[in-house]
C-alpha cells in the first residue's frame, strides 16, 4: 500500500502550512513570531508554485517562486527594521503591548 | 533591441522605467549633489522631472492607442497591457503623487524628519502602482503591489522617533504582509488551475469549470481576502484607522488615495479578469462586504475626534461606495468607479492637505478642536475645506456629486434598488459628520493663535485641488470622456 | 488520499519508538556520575561567564538584514547561469541593469553609514 508522493499530497501540505501560518498570525504576540507566521503562508505558497510547476511540467512557477521568496525577505527586513524602531521608542516586541493606537 | 525587448515592451515600460531611474537617482544625488539638509527640497523638482517623463510616456501611448484606433496593446507576451483603463489610472498615480511631494518638504522639516529617502520611496512606490495598473500577468502584479506596498511601510513609519508612526507601521506591516501571503496563496492556485500566470489564459481556463468548484473557490476565496485589505473593506478594514492616524499626515494623505486608486484597480482587474466567470458567487458577496463596509465605515466616524481617524473611517466608506459599482457591474458601473476614485483622490487629498498646514511647531493639528474658529484664523483654508468637505459628502455642485452619482445609477440600471436605497441613506450619516468638523471651523472660537503652515507647495497642492474639486464638479464632461474612455478600451 | 500518508505516518511512529528506546536503553546501560563541572555548557575548555541567551547589540540586526536582503538577491542569478548561452548578451545587459539597481542599494547603505560598526 506504498503510494508515490503526489501533487495533492503537496497541496494537503501546503493548505496546512497555510492554516498553520493563520492561525499563528492570529494567536501569537511576539512580533517576531508573527513575522515568522507570515513567513509559513508565503512558504506555502512556494510548495504550491513548485508543486504545480512540477505537475504542469514547465517553469513558471518557479520563476513565481523566486519573486515571491524575493519578497518575503524584502517584507522581512522592512519589518525588522521597523521592528528595530519600535523597540528604540517604546521597548516591547509585545503586540498587545502596542496599544498606543486604538485596534 | 532583442527578442526579449522589444521597441513595443520598451513603449509600454517606459513610464515604470522613468519612475525607477528618478527614484534610484534621488537616493544618490540625496548624498553626491544636494548634501546639505537646506538643499534637499531641491530634490522635489527631480521627482518633478521624473514625473514629467512618466506622464509623456502615459501621454505617447494614449497617442498611439487613439492614433492607432487600438483598444488595447500587450507587451512582454502579455505580462503588460496598456489600455485606456491603464492611461487612466497611472494619470491618477502620478498628480497624487506630486501633490503629495510637494507638500512633503514643510511638513517633514517641523516633523524634524526631512530625508532625500522619503522621494525616492515615493517614486518607487508610483512605479510599484504603474505595474498594478497595467500587469496582467500574476507574477507582475504581484511584484507591483508588494513594491508599493513595501515603500508604504516605510513612509508610515518615516518618523522613526515618533511612537504612534512606528506602532501604525508596524501595524500596516504585518497586516500588509499577511494579505499578501493570502493573495499570493489565492494566485498560486489559479495558477496550479490555468497552467499560466496571463491572467487572459486563466480567465478562459477559470471559465471551462464549475463557479463553485471547490479549487475555483479556493482561489476565489483567497484573493479576495488579500484584495479586500488592499482597499481595507469590512471586515478587513482593522489596520485603517491606525495607520491613517499614525502616519505623516502627507503619507496619510497618499495612502488614502493613491494605494487606495492602485489597489482598486488591481481589484477591478482581477475580479473583472479572471474571477469573472465565478460572479454568480462573488456578486452577493462582493454586496454584502460593500454594505458592511458602509456600515461600519459611516458610524464609526460618528464618534471620531480625531480628525485624521475620521477621515480614515470616511475613507473606509468611499471604499464601500467605489465597490458598490462593481457590484453593479455594468459599463456605468466601472465608469463610476473610474471617475470616483479620480474624485476621490482630489478632494480626500485636499482635505488631508488642510491637516497639513494645521501641523505646526508644537501643535499637531489633528483634533477636531484644532480646527475650532478656523474661519476667523485663516477663511480661505476653511472654505477650501469646506468644498473637500461637501466634495466627500456628495453634495452639488462639487466634484464628489457626480462620483456618488454614477454610482447610484450604474446601481438603479442594474436593478439594485435595495442597494441603491442603502447607499443613499448613509449618506445623510456621513453628511452629518462631516458637519461637525464644519460646524467647529465657523461656529467655535479659535483655538490658538498660531498661524498655519504654510509653502509653496503647500498652497499650489491646495489650490490645485480645490479647483480640481470644484471644476470637475461644475464641468464634468472632459473628465467623464477619460473615464468613459478607461471603460470603452477595455 | 489519506492512505496515501501511510507511509509517512509509518516512519513517523517508527522515529517516536526508536527514539524513546534508544534513550531509554542507555539510561539502564550507562553509569551516572553527575558532577558540577559536567552540567556546564561545552565551551571549548573556557569558563562560560554568561547566559547563552543575553543581548545581542542592535548593529547585528542592521548587519542581518543588509545580509539576507544582498544574499537573496543573488537567487536571481542562478537562473541567468543556467541559460547564460541561450540568453546571450540581452542576458549579460539585463543582469548588469539588476546589479546595477543592487548597487544603488550598496552605495546607499555604505553612505547612511549602515555597514560600519560603531
Given at each position: 500500500m506504498l503510494h508515490p508522493v503526489t501533487t495533492t499530497h503537496y497541496l494537503v501540505l501546503s493548505a496546512a502550512l497555510l492554516a498553520i501560518g493563520t492561525i499563528g498570525v492570529l494567536a501569537r504576540r511576539n512580533i517576531v513570531v508573527i513575522l515568522m507566521a507570515i513567513e509559513l503562508i508565503l512558504n506555502a505558497v512556494n510548495i504550491n508554485l513548485i508543486a504545480f510547476s512540477r505537475h504542469l511540467g514547465h517553469v513558471h512557477g518557479q520563476v513565481f517562486a523566486i519573486f515571491v521568496i524575493t519578497v518575503a525577505v524584502a517584507e522581512a527586513a522592512v519589518g525588522l527594521g521597523i521592528l528595530i524602531a519600535l523597540f528604540r521608542t517604546r521597548a516591547t516586541v509585545q503586540a498587545d503591548e502596542i496599544n498606543l493606537l486604538k485596534w | 533591441m532583442s527578442e526579449f525587448y522589444t521597441s513595443v515592451d520598451h513603449f509600454a515600460l517606459v513610464p515604470a522605467l522613468m519612475l525607477a531611474l528618478f527614484g534610484c537617482a534621488v537616493l544618490l544625488f540625496d548624498f553626491f549633489v544636494f548634501p546639505a539638509p537646506r538643499q534637499r527640497k531641491w530634490l522635489i523638482l527631480f521627482l518633478a522631472l521624473g514625473i514629467g517623463f512618466a506622464a509623456l510616456g502615459l501621454v505617447r501611448q494614449y497617442m498611439f492607442l487613439s492614433s492607432e484606433g487600438l483598444a488595447e496593446f500587450t507587451a512582454f507576451r502579455g505580462a503588460l497591457t496598456i489600455d485606456g483603463f491603464a492611461i487612466f489610472f497611472n494619470g491618477i498615480f502620478l498628480a497624487a503623487s506630486l501633490i503629495v511631494a510637494l507638500v512633503s518638504y514643510r511638513y517633514l522639516e517641523i516633523e524634524g524628519e526631512h530625508h532625500g529617502e522619503y522621494y525616492g520611496l515615493i517614486l518607487l512606490a508610483n512605479c510599484g502602482m504603474y505595474f498594478l495598473a497595467t500587469g496582467t500577468d500574476l507574477v507582475t502584479l504581484f511584484v507591483g503591489l508588494e513594491l508599493m506596498a513595501v515603500c508604504f511601510y516605510i513612509m508610515v513609519g518615516f518618523l522613526r522617533f515618533d511612537k504612534r508612526s512606528n506602532e501604525a507601521a508596524i501595524k500596516y506591516l504585518l497586516l500588509g504582509a499577511f494579505s499578501s501571503g493570502f493573495l499570493a496563496y489565492g494566485f498560486s492556485v489559479m495558477y496550479g488551475l490555468a497552467g499560466s500566470t496571463r491572467l487572459g489564459d486563466i480567465t478562459a481556463a477559470l471559465a471551462a469549470r464549475s463557479a463553485w468548484d471547490p479549487l475555483v473557490f479556493l482561489a476565489l476565496a483567497t484573493t479576495a481576502v488579500g484584495l479586500f485589505f488592499k482597499v481595507s473593506v469590512v471586515p478587513f478594514h482593522m489596520w485603517a484607522p491606525d495607520a491613517y492616524e499614525g502616519a505623516p499626515t502627507t503619507v496619510t494623505a497618499y495612502l488614502s488615495v493613491a494605494s487606495k486608486a492602485a489597489s482598486f484597480a488591481f481589484l477591478v482587474r482581477i475580479f473583472l479578469g479572471p474571477l469573472i466567470s465565478a460572479r454568480e458567487v462573488w456578486q452577493p458577496l462582493l454586496a454584502a462586504v460593500a454594505v458592511a463596509t458602509l456600515t461600519v465605515g459611516n458610524l464609526a466616524a460618528v464618534t471620531q475626534t480625531n480628525v485624521k481617524r475620521l477621515l480614515a473611517y470616511s475613507s473606509i466608506s468611499h471604499a464601500g461606495y467605489v465597490l458598490l459599482g462593481l457590484v453593479a457591474g455594468n459599463p456605468t458601473g466601472i465608469k463610476g468607479i473610474a471617475v470616483y476614485l479620480l474624485v476621490y483622490t482630489f478632494m480626500n487629498l485636499g482635505a488631508f492637505l488642510v491637516l497639513v498646514a494645521l501641523r505646526r511647531r508644537d501643535i499637531l493639528g489633528e483634533e477636531l478642536e484644532d480646527l475650532s474658529g478656523l474661519m476667523h484664523k485663516s477663511p480661505v483654508h476653511a472654505v477650501l475645506m469646506l468644498i473637500f468637505l461637501l466634495s466627500l459628502a456628495g453634495i452639488p455642485p462639487t466634484a464628489g456629486f457626480i462620483a456618488k452619482y454614477y454610482i447610484f445609477w450604474a446601481l438603479i440600471q442594474a436593478r439594485e434598488y435595495v442597494l441603491a436605497a442603502i447607499a443613499a441613506a448613509y449618506v445623510a450619516v456621513a453628511i452629518y459628520y462631516y458637519f461637525r468638523i464644519v460646524?467647529?471651523?465657523?461656529?467655535?472660537?479659535?483655538?490658538?493663535?498660531?498661524?498655519?503652515?504654510?509653502?509653496?507647495?503647500?498652497?499650489?497642492?491646495?489650490?490645485?485641488?480645490?479647483?480640481?474639486?470644484?471644476?470637475?464638479?461644475?464641468?464634468?464632461e472632459p473628465w467623464l470622456a477619460l473615464a468613459q474612455n478607461s471603460v470603452l478600451l477595455r | 488520499m489519506p492512505e496515501g500518508y501511510l507511509p509517512i505516518f509509518a516512519l513517523g511512529l517508527f522515529a517516536a519508538i526508536f527514539a524513546v528506546a534508544v534513550l531509554g536503553l542507555a539510561k539502564l546501560v550507562r553509569p551516572s556520575a553527575p558532577g558540577e563541572v559536567k552540567q556546564e555548557a561545552y565551551e571549548c575548555g573556557i569558563r562560560a561567564v554568561s547566559d547563552s541567551r543575553g543581548r545581542y547589540t542592535v548593529r547585528f540586526y542592521v548587519v542581518a538584514i543588509l545580509f539576507v536582503i544582498f544574499d537573496v538577491e543573488t537567487i536571481f542569478l542562478f537562473p541567468w547561469a543556467v541559460y547564460y548561452r541561450q540568453l546571450g548578451w540581452f542576458g549579460v545587459a539585463e543582469v548588469a541593469v539588476f546589479l546595477a539597481i543592487l548597487i544603488v542599494g550598496y552605495i546607499w547603505a555604505y553612505k547612511k553609514g549602515a555597514l560600519e560598526w560603531i
Open positions: - | 460646524r467647529s471651523m465657523f461656529v467655535s472660537e479659535a483655538a490658538d493663535r498660531e498661524p498655519l503652515a504654510s509653502s509653496f507647495g503647500l498652497r499650489l497642492a491646495l489650490g490645485v485641488t480645490g479647483l480640481l474639486t470644484v471644476a470637475i464638479g461644475v464641468y464634468p | -
